[in-house]
């Protein structure tokens, strides 16, 4: 017999920088089964996986071996207390953690020293951050594209692969207010191994796939900026793209209404890749001198947007680099990505996770923690940057936030 | 516990007071009427004369929301300098770059030292009020509240451009106010935003947006007839379409009968009073702009100060925000365009003294805080950080209240500049109860905090001590104490304790019916579901922080 739904629950998924919020979680029949929608289309498969992972017995431990939260907290507090130059990295949490962390990092009192702090997707985040110091830019966000862009450029990367719903949310959309949604054109423009299905229109079209070595982009996005400002290029192609090809991008992002160019920093993965986000963006620049376009940098996980922003607003600075071996203790800090394995270190670890956290070396000590979305309410900032949603907590869970046990060392080391 | 302030020489224009000696009891963080005999007075302290006046209250500055991060993520470099030692390379001076994109908690200390007890963020996108909640509420010290954007939002403009009645204007009016925790609404470039959006690169006041075919005015019409009709306080926040462009005063004068005599604010007015006279086609309009503003009653001003030094403008306003982007300082700036709500510009800026317009520019602003007769109609800002930081304020109060001080500044300026001004002939210099007025009560007045920005029984112990001095720069930089609800929080112009403000709102009433169509808009348009648009009271207070207070409307 087929009971009702026991439980429904509206949620905001966090698995991703696009913090899809139309997901609904419920449990139904005799055995609860976890079902997990979304108002449109299909879950992603990152939504699915965050939402349907099982809530695992933990309890903190000590190298490995479980302890009571408050001897793991005392045995930490020794740790802290011990050490002269802390790092706080991993830092994989909402807003909330993170004001905790900042303000275990930045003691009020002068007992302890200050702590270094830095997000586990620095390498890609600062890709970005440099275009930003060094010349700016000049962005859109998804509710505009949604309802704007006539033309979706995506510069080495899929998005789908990090942004599942990227396509269906914001470009195959049911309506628009200023454009034919199912007559966008879409182009790919050099990166491996994509997946340019997503980029199909629902009419059939195909899109435009311009192929490239991710390692050719320098090159390729250089020559497309060139063009745009009117440069004359004398060869026939640029890393195997030909020039015809792009004069005839250059020529369709002109005749655009609204024109998007995409990228994801985490896909631009060699040496200087800052630069070649930056022909991206100075492309931008050019194009709206006469016309539309906007940039959009995509991709986003772990709480690294909200990271950065907070960081930012705390201590007038954005986040940046830290080198791991100048530090004598690291904590770790993942609460929402157990797959995602902690760098090995030599210095001892306090580390705060997920409860399934999976370490190579067990840490000196280990408190699991709620994750933010699922087993504790939370704030995060989506990956454009401008808009910051609530997260819900979706099931019953006694773990403690990181905040709270964060709260509880504060008050062993005061 | 009763706190006794002998002594004090009250300077309270709320209540006409000027100079006058007094006592003020404070308990429970209110001011009291002097308690009977046998009442225990804990706490005692003598001022012995000294100046006392309520908190100050800056009613224009960019203390929280996506613009000022964006600018503080953009220049590591303004901070970078707090971190230099040698003494010649960080010479700090209240316009030192470092103060253009302080922290929050550089940001909370820095006003109460100066004896401001609340800020107002002026420019809240609707859709990024939750981050401009965020920041506030992690500013400690002062009061917070902001003004919600509207007037270039995709929702609000086909409600216009579908001849909606007022009525609906005035529910999704409301509705915005509790959504975004907001005390009022502020129009940027009205129309404008949008129409960059569709490639339009500037929009006068009588000129349609070229997809909704609705001009700045009509916006202008519904938006202030909205606020004055929910019988909110504070009049539409209005910024003029054509900042900053030479020739701009027409369209100030004009945007002024925009609202058929409906009240209207005109935020840093001085961005907006410029015309073409002159070889260089770029000359100060200050005196049609104070001649107008003493004439209609109903429009109110704070000026937008520049004074000189290097900072960075944010601004909503990504249409002409663009087009200064060329003249970047350093060269870098961010333009956006944000879910069919709003924009931002975010360009950095060095404003110097011997470059004629900038030279200027700092002339305007004086000369029309010098020309307009009425202090309970014109506002003390630099539209911080766009004009200098708020760190500023003392100097800018010097030269209001210092002619000396003034024209000496004047006469180092680029001569042509000094050729187009008749700032020497201006004489006033403003007195302490002027600039309280203009600092304190106008500016409670004009937001609607009843209890705040006077010093009557009743009212919320915001109270700063100064020592009267003639130099007023030095003055108004260091009070001697500064009481917020209360608590004694500064002594000699440095923090003794922690506190953390309230956040003022207003929650005018509205038909919920609003919401089926906002519903069916968030559905169809949007990327986020519109319960999630809205925040709730316990998003912003917090372990007993940044408290919400609703000012009822009337």
Not at chain 1, 6 to 18: E, F, I, M, R
Request: glycine residues 8%; contains cysteine.
């Amino acid at each position: 017999m087929q009971t009702s739904t026991t439980k429904t629950v509206n949620a905001t998924c966090p698995a991703c920088g696009l913090l899809c919020d139309d997901v609904t979680v419920s449990w139904q029949g005799p055995d609860a089964k976890l079902d997990v929608t979304v108002k449109s289309g299909k879950p992603c498969g990152k939504t699915v996986a965050f939402f349907s992972r099982p809530l695992n017995a933990a309890t903190p431990m000590i190298a490995g071996k479980p302890v009571s939260l408050v001897e793991a907290i005392a045995h930490a507090g020794k740790l802290v207390q011990q050490a002269q130059m802390p790092l706080v990295a991993g830092l994989s949490t909402d807003l909330a953690g993170f004001r905790a962390a900042y303000q275990f990092a930045h003691p009020a009192q002068s007992n302890r020293p200050q702590a270094n702090m830095m997000h586990m997707n620095v390498h890609s985040s600062l890709r970005n951050t440099k275009v930003l110091q060094s010349t700016g830019w000049q962005t859109t966000t998804l509710t505009e594209v949604k309802n704007r862009a006539d033309m979706i450029v995506c510069i080495g990367t899929d998005v789908v692969h990090h942004n599942p719903r990227f396509f269906e949310r914001a470009v195959w959309t049911d309506e628009a207010m200023f454009t034919d949604a199912s007559a966008r054109k879409v182009v790919y423009l050099g990166g491996d191994d994509l997946n340019t299905a997503p980029g199909v229109s629902p009419k059939g079209e195909l899109p435009t796939v311009l192929p490239c070595a991710t390692i050719d982009l320098p090159e390729v996005t250089a020559a497309l900026r060139a063009l745009l400002q009117g440069k004359v290029l004398k060869v026939d192609a640029i890393a195997g793209v030909k020039v015809s090809a792009l004069t005839q991008l250059v020529e369709q992002l002109k005749q655009a209404k609204y024109a998007v160019l995409i990228w994801v920093a985490k896909d631009l993965d060699f040496p200087h890749a800052e630069l070649t986000i930056q022909n991206i963006t100075e492309s931008v620049v050019i194009l709206n001198q006469q016309s539309r376009a906007m940039g959009l940098g995509l991709g986003g996980s772990d709480g690294d947007t909200t990271v950065n922003y907070a960081h930012t607003w705390l201590d007038g600075l954005t986040l940046g680099e830290q080198d791991v071996d100048a530090h004598d203790l690291i904590v770790w800090i993942n609460s929402f990505s157990p797959d995602k394995p902690m760098p090995n270190v030599s210095q001892p670890v306090i580390a705060f996770g997920h409860p399934d956290t999976q370490f190579t070396t067990p840490p000196e000590v280990f408190i699991p923690v709620a994750t933010p979305g699922l087993d504790a309410a939370g704030t995060l900032f989506r990956v454009d940057s401008s808009v910051v949603l609530p997260l819900k907590k979706v099931r019953e869970s006694t773990l403690p936030t990181l905040a709270e046990v964060l709260l509880k060392l504060e008050a062993q080391l005061a | 516990m009763i706190t006794l302030l002998k002594n004090a020489k009250v300077i309270d224009p709320a209540h006409g007071k000027d100079g006058v000696r007094e006592d003020i009891y404070i308990r429970d963080g209110r001011i009291i009427a002097k308690p009977s005999d046998t009442e225990k007075i804990q706490q005692t302290i003598d001022l012995n004369g000294k100046i006392v006046m309520a908190g100050a209250i800056d009613m224009h500055s960019h203390i929280g929301g996506g613009k000022v991060n964006i600018a503080r993520m953009m220049l590591p470099e303004y901070q970078e300098t707090k971190r230099y030692t040698e003494p010649e390379a960080h010479i700090c001076t209240p316009s030192c770059t470092h103060h253009a994109t302080p922290s929050t908690t550089d940001t909370g200390m820095h006003y109460i030292e100066m004896g401001y007890t609340a800020a107002f963020e002026p420019a809240i996108l609707a859709v990024n009020a939750r981050q401009a909640h965020l920041e506030m509420g992690d500013t400690p010290m002062i009061d917070k509240g902001g003004y919600a954007m509207l007037g270039n939002d995709d929702y609000f403009l086909r409600l216009l451009a579908g001849k909606a009645d007022q009525k609906a204007i005035n529910d999704y009016v409301a509705w915005t106010l509790h959504a975004t925790q907001t005390i009022g609404i502020k129009v940027v470039n009205p129309g404008g935003i949008s129409a960059f959006k569709f490639n339009q690169r500037r929009l006068n006041l009588d000129e349609n947006n070229v997809h909704y075919q609705v001009t700045p005015r009509q916006i202008l019409q519904s938006l202030s007839r909205a606020v004055h009709e929910l019988g909110i306080a504070k009049p539409l926040h209005v910024h003029c379409n054509n900042l900053g462009a030479a020739g701009n005063f027409q369209t100030t004068l004009d945007t002024m009968g925009a609202s058929d005599g409906i009240p209207m604010h005109l935020t840093h007015i001085q961005f907006h009073s410029y015309g073409t006279e002159g070889d260089k086609k770029f000359s100060s309009a200050a005196a049609q702009i104070a001649q107008a503003l003493n004439a209609n009653k109903h429009i109110s001003a704070d000026v937008g100060q520049i004074l000189f030094g290097q900072t960075v403008t944010a601004s909503g306003d990504n249409m002409m925000q663009h087009l200064n982007a060329k003249i970047a300082n350093p060269k870098k700036s961010v333009i956006m365009d944000i879910e069919c709500d709003a924009g931002c510009g975010v360009v950095p800026f060095k404003y110097r003294d011997q470059n004629y317009v900038n030279a200027l520019q700092w002339a305007i602003g004086l000369e029309i805080f010098l020309s307009v007769e009425d202090p309970w109609r014109v506002f003390l800002t630099t539209d911080h950080p766009n004009g200098a930081p708020f760190t500023s304020y003392p100097h800018l109060i010097r030269l209001l209240m210092d002619k000396s001080f003034r024209n000496d500044a004047f006469a180092k300026l680029n001569l042509d500049a000094q050729a187009m001004s008749n700032l020497t002939s201006l004489n006033r210099e403003y007195s302490l109860y002027e600039i309280a007025t203009m600092t304190r009560a106008a500016a409670a007045k004009l937001i609607g905090l009843h209890d705040r920005g006077h010093l009557g029984v009743g009212a919320a112990a915001d109270i700063t001590v100064y020592t009267d001095q003639a130099d007023k720069e030095a003055m108004f930089s260091k009070p001697d104490y500064v009481f917020k609800d209360g608590e004694l929080v500064v002594r000699d112009g440095k923090v003794v304790k922690v506190v953390w403000g309230k956040t003022h709102t207003t929650k005018p009433a509205f038909d919920v019916g609003v919401e089926k169509g906002l519903k069916d808009y968030f559905d169809k348009y949007h990327t986020m579901q519109l319960d999630n648009f809205k925040i709730s009271n316990d998003e912003i207070a917090q372990d007993g922080r940044n408290q919400v207070i609703n000012h009822m409307p009337t």
